[in-house]
């Protein structure tokens, strides 16, 4: 059964930090780039990072280059994303996607508020 979790989310001040985590399963994890996506309300969901099956290539949105890194373990069938200096834009459902697959997690909410 392929399956992806999200968590790690949660309500942090600004200029806090969260790890978010993506545990899949059921399928060759790495054969595929992997993605973390976020949607805000009112918003339409937005790429934020990629990386590839080697972890030889990464993306950042412009919105959170230099302040977010992703990482992925192959042995866990795990994708980080590390998130510092958080913002109140940040605010949004986090979503991790095996790129070109129809498969997503439920999501993970982070909030970012004082």
């Known amino acids: 059964q392929v399956q992806i979790v999200e968590s790690g989310g949660g309500l942090v001040q600004p200029g806090g930090s969260l790890r978010l985590s993506c545990k899949t399963s059921g399928f060759p994890f790495d054969d595929y780039a992997i993605g973390w996506f976020r949607q805000a309300p009112g918003k339409e969901r937005e790429g934020v990072s990629c990386?590839?099956?080697?972890?030889?290539?990464?993306y950042y949105a412009d919105s959170v280059k230099g302040r977010f890194t992703i990482s992925r373990d192959n042995v866990k069938n795990v994708v980080y994303l590390q998130m510092n200096s958080l913002k109140p834009e940040d605010t949004a459902v986090y979503y991790c996607?095996?790129?070109?697959?129809?498969?997503w997690g439920q999501g993970t909410q982070v909030t970012v508020s004082s």
């Open positions: 990386a590839s099956s080697s972890e030889l290539s990464k």
């Open positions: 996607n095996a790129i070109g697959s129809s498969v």
